[in-house]
């Protein structure tokens, strides 16, 4: 299915940003700000297998890296990131997961999106079993990333897979200018964390 992303990529098509989604179902990005296809556009999926989630995301990028160099730090604001954030239906909390071209994550469990600024950054870290892997072919202007995130560690079930909420979000730095931001949603606000705009996911 990767390579399908990239073909995607190299297509130039743009998907329209639509709210339910299907399993495996391939998705182009748009900017936070104005709703438009990014400068260096991505392509990405959410797949649900046995026990886990797997997201994967594919993306143009003319200036690859990110400058974390450990786990779980403030990653969006270090450089380029690929991001995940997963709703349960029926609950106010939920989990934002991130992995850096250097496969370097960070995993969040949020109260809600009224509360998120409520405590520290650390008392909201959290461990789910985060599996991921990255590719990067500076030579391509591409960078890949995979998150595997198992039910277990969210508390998903079978029975919670219709309603879903998710939605692939992504930091794009380029030559120490302000980062493109955008995501499969074309949300009509200015931040990610509006779950009620999230695709839901149709099992």
């Known amino acids: 299915m990767l390579q399908q992303l990239i073909d995607l990529l190299d297509s130039g098509v743009t998907l329209p940003g639509g709210s339910a989604c299907v399993s495996g179902g391939p998705m182009t990005f748009f900017r936070l700000q104005d709703g438009m296809p990014p400068d260096e556009n991505g392509a990405a999926a959410l797949f649900v297998e046995k026990d886990a989630l797997r997201v994967l995301g594919a993306f143009r990028d003319s200036d690859i890296g990110n400058a974390a160099r450990k786990n779980n730090e403030q990653t969006w604001k270090t450089g380029d990131v690929m991001e995940c954030f997963v709703q349960l239906p029926g609950k106010e909390d939920y989990f934002e997961f991130h992995v850096t071209p250097e496969n370097y994550t960070l995993q969040l469990h949020l109260p809600s999106e009224s509360r998120k600024s409520e405590g520290s950054f650390e008392e909201k870290l959290c461990e789910t079993g985060l599996r991921t892997t990255t ?8 960078w890949c990333g995979e998150l595997v995130i198992p039910f ?7 029975e919670l897979l219709n309603g879903l909420s998710f939605a692939i979000c992504r930091y794009n730095y380029n030559g120490g200018k302000e980062p493109e931001i955008s995501s499969t949603v074309s949300f009509s606000g200015e931040t990610f964390h509006a779950p009620a705009q999230w695709h839901v996911l149709r099992a």
Do not use: D, K, V
Not at 135 to 141: F, G, K, M, S, Y
């Open 152 to 158: 277990a560690g969210i508390g998903l079930t079978e």
């Open 135 to 142: 590719r990067c072919e500076p030579e391509r202007n591409l």
